[in-house]
């Protein structure tokens, strides 16, 4: 990591629920808190608690010194493009987030 630069990921027992424009797109009790320099706390969760079935696959990848490439999923019905993302082979420092969904644009809430 850069110096100054910190990320760090813990399991979290929030409740989240994630809705864009009133469709529950997931409800985990079991997220990931992602924490980095600069960046508002990310709630990665288990796509089991992820409507997969609402979403597609983009083409659009990122890539991230410190967390790796990322990919992309938009809403199925042409809705929202990259909504979500996720670290398919994430570095080692923050490996925990593999598989793990996040949602940008998206309403979260915590009880």
């Known amino acids: 990591m850069t110096a100054g630069h910190?990320?760090?990921?813990?399991?979290?027992?929030d409740h989240v629920r994630v809705e864009h424009?009133?469709?529950l797109l997931a409800?985990?009790?079991r997220p990931l808190l992602l924490r980095e320099t600069g960046y508002p706390v990310?709630?990665?969760?288990?796509?089991?608690?992820v409507r997969t079935d609402l979403l597609t696959p983009s083409p659009t990848r990122t890539y991230c010194p410190f967390k790796g490439?990322?990919?992309y999923w938009s809403l199925a019905d042409?809705?929202?493009?990259?909504?979500?993302w996720s670290y398919p082979e994430p570095k080692p420092?923050?490996?925990g987030i593999q598989g793990h969904l996040c949602f940008f644009?998206?309403?979260?809430?915590s009880e």
Do not use: C, K, N
């Open 93 to 95: 420092e923050v490996a």
């Open 6 to 13: 910190r990320i760090t990921v813990e399991q979290g027992t």
């Open 78 to 84: 042409g809705g929202a493009a990259d909504l979500v």
């Open 42 to 49: 990310r709630y990665y969760l288990p796509p089991q608690d």
């Open 21 to 23: 424009e009133g469709v």
């Open 105 to 109: 644009d998206a309403t979260v809430t």
């Open 27 to 29: 409800d985990s009790r």
């Open 69 to 71: 490439t990322a990919s």
